[in-house]
């Protein structure tokens, strides 16, 4: 009993800034802080980046258009969309030049046009103009001819979801970053000049804590500061993806109009060549209940169908669930305590993909405004990602990869064998398939299962095999 | 494969090196077609054959009764003495029109050409995300192929103590898999009144000790991180909870046409396989496809009478055991042979 509390009490890091979650949040901002010289430690207490909110969401590089005027989202998307056009060259990330078409399928949903251009322009995307049904369907011939009319947003664009994030965390392990995997923040205390973090692994020391935990945001809040000024209330967004042939079908993203709520029923390429329709928008309680459902996946299909007839007859290969970290509010809980050196980035929903960079540079300019400097490296280091992205040149084109594991999404061994090293190595198998497509495909592991367990026998705590079971 | 053969235009290239696809090199050959090569993703001749750890395989072909692996390996075997040149781990990522091909290898990417192509890429389960259940997407969960590849080809095992989805011919391949493997499933679900495959082979599930729960489907899948328990629902709506650690999804068989699909050929709406002629020709007149990739449509599985055996011959759709792919391969061959030559004879030696 003793020795279980020693383990848990032991000092694991020390650190300018702490930050709580490995989200793509948490990891802009880990990024963002190591490249100022910061050092910097990660706390994460699932087994990989990526296993809360970021995990399922719809890729989409948004341009801020109809977020809420003059709020914080809006500025941390206008400058996360900036700055994502600026570096994803140098981390080898994709971007896949889609454009969106807000779509009217209905006069109640054009009439309200007039009002998004309007919104969209005071928001600066100044390029945004309503298209008629005749060009809507020049661009889209595949969409349903019930389609009215649409407003062309040219430049909201699809991303990777997760190199993107693994990108941020890779630069801040290579500029002298940390991070902790299977820790969970579990209370603190403040001496008044630095925090001790207490975790499930042991604890952490730090300078000041940047709370980017997601869909635990609130808790941490209560468990560490003792009080939190909103409350998380997931949200849970299903999804289904189509099979690649879908991809002849859809080249743009289609926007449904919004209603208060929620941004609504998107459909979607993807940047690993599919297409996809979600999300759903269902209030639950759980935090980590992403679960899938028959009928709501059946409605979404349908919905898929209705829009783009062709759809009827494309295999689904994937359905998935994310968790949006909502709140009571309809904005971002951003929000600094310089008195307790505490940072809490909460309730970033449907935009924090792209707006992770942008809530990064809000972070590094509260640090700043507080007079707390750090000293920056002359030559930060700029990992290069594997590239994932079906419109450009894959793994398996180049020669020397070993064996096609996988190959619905034709996944190399080398491919594999990288995703298994450090820094940022996969912790779990969701891990290993998000760092390389391993198993994403239409077969779903059908062929390439057994040749995973193999090359990742003994390697995570969660295998995919359950053990070793000879003829008998 | 060497590089010199980058620019070769074959008189045939066979896509898989399964049953159907060896069956159809060696045919070719007796009919004098010798420019052939077998284009095989895996590093092994076999296809899905190569995992079935169990009887009956090769009486057609081999007048013997062979276990899945053993005949894989004899396959391989007799395509080399009678010198049919398979190139081990090239995948066909596209087809184009009038028999071009793009294939990637180890040592490159490469554009192939033949004067006619034959598809014959098989046949797969349908996993459990495109039936659409419910649940998380925990570990535990697959299809029979993978369990058996799992535990004939890497000794490993995905579950102990599954609920197998399914009551198909390969359902009970998958229970005498789990035997073997020492793997004891909770239950066996079938969404109808009566299991797809029928007497004698449903008692079967007393000689596995598996109860077989008709009427019933899945609800939910119930675990985070790995499968905890199954949610299952009967045709009265009263739902219950089975405690596992995994969940077999068996059969329900679909066509690896996923080629004909990305490319230019037309598919059977009905079965997803690529649309065919009596002579097994595809809508481009370059393309074949033979084996289980070509499912037929049965207008009603409830219009043929069931038969108190069944054996190679009468299996229900749609999967054909190996000697009926390799018939397939043959025949199609044949067309093929005759397509390109006219009227050479067979010459049963070659």
Known sequence: MDTAKETKSALLASCDIAVIGGGVVGCAVARKMALEGASVVLIEKAADILEGASKGNSAILHTGFD??????????????????????EEFNLPLLKTGALVAAWTEEQEEKFAAIIKKGHDNGVTDIHLISRKEVLAREPNLSETIRAAILVPREYVIDPWSTPLAYLKQALENGGRALFNAEVTGGEF??????????????????????????????NQNVLGDCNFAIKPRKGQFVVFDMAASKLLSSVILPVPTERTKGIVIFPTIFGNVAVGPTAEDQDGRDDASVDTDNLKALRAQAVEKIPGLANIPVTATYAGIRPATEFREYQVSEDPARHWITLGGIRSTGLTSALGLAQHVSAVFKQQDIHFTAPDKPVIPRVPNLAEHRPRDYQTPGYGEIVCHCEMVTEREIKAALQEPAAAGNMNGLKRRTRATMGRCQGFYCSARL????KGIFANPLDAGENHDR | MTDSAQNTLYDVIIIGAGPSGIAAALELKMWGVNNVVILERETQAGGATRHCGHPPFGIREYKRILTGPVYAKKLAETATKKGIHIAFSHSVTELAPGGHLTVASPSGTKQLAARRVLIATGIRETPRSARLVSGDRALGICNTGTLQSMFYLKKLIPFRNPVVVGSEIVSFSALSTCKKAGIQPVAMLEESDRPTVRSPIHYATRYFNVPLLLNTRISKIIGHDRVEAVQIVNQFGAVKTLTCDGILFTGKFTPESTLARMGHLVLNAATDSPAVDATGRCSDPAYYAAGNVVQHAVD???????????????LPQPVNVAGQCWADGQRVARSIASDLNGTATRNESA
């Open chain 2, 300 to 314: 009603s599985p409830e219009a043929a009478p069931v038969p108190l055996y069944y054996n190679a011959d009468n």
């Open chain 1, 453 to 456: 367990a193999e090359l990742t």
């Open chain 1, 67 to 88: 977020a809420p005027v003059g709020s914080v989202e809006w500025k941390c998307v206008q400058d996360g969309y900036k700055e994502y056009r600026e570096i994803h």
């Open chain 1, 191 to 220: 001496d008044g000049e630095k925090w001790l973090l207490n975790t499930s692994r042991g604890s952490v020391q730090a300078r000041h804590v940047v709370n980017c935990a997601g869909l635990y945001g609130d808790l941490v």
